[in-house]
């Protein structure tokens, strides 16, 4: 598979089991985040922080329930129309770029991954999207 003509479902191919939804340190907020999701549960943002949100550091993360999955994850993610910018970029995240092995690490825990893809072609498709997304 040359790696100029890569598309997304020669990469990734979301199963909708919610491993992603569980673990990893939390999931990081933008303020575009907060605004987006408070106005979709129909809360304020600091009402939102306060409920649905631990700290990590100084910056927010949302909260996880005891069996370590989003609060939002209940079979399916309840706030998909408004998931934050973190979850949308899944699984083409930064660290791919930092190092390639990433993308192997995350696989494992991350069945729609196809961790046989040539790392140079998950790099560059990783770069090209992140640059388009941002």
């Not at 996880?64 to 999955?69: K, T």
């Not at 934050?84 to 699984?91: A, N, T």
């Amino acid at each position: 598979m040359p790696s100029d003509c890569i598309v997304t479902k020669e990469l990734f191919e979301c199963r909708r089991c919610g491993d992603c939804c569980k673990g990893f340190g939390g999931t990081y907020l933008t303020g575009e985040d907060i605004e987006a999701i408070s106005r979709y549960i129909g809360s304020n943002p600091e009402k939102f922080i306060a409920r649905y949100c631990s700290l990590s550091g100084t910056k927010p993360v949302l909260a996880q329930r005891s069996d370590g999955y989003c609060i939002f994850w209940d079979n399916i993610c309840t706030i998909h129309l408004v998931k934050p910018h973190m979850c949308r970029k899944w699984p083409f995240i930064e660290s791919i770029l930092v190092d390639a092995k990433n993308w192997l690490i995350i696989a494992d825990s991350c069945p729609g991954i196809h961790a046989d893809a040539p790392v140079d072609a998950v790099q560059k498709y990783v770069k090209k999207k992140l640059t388009r997304d941002n």
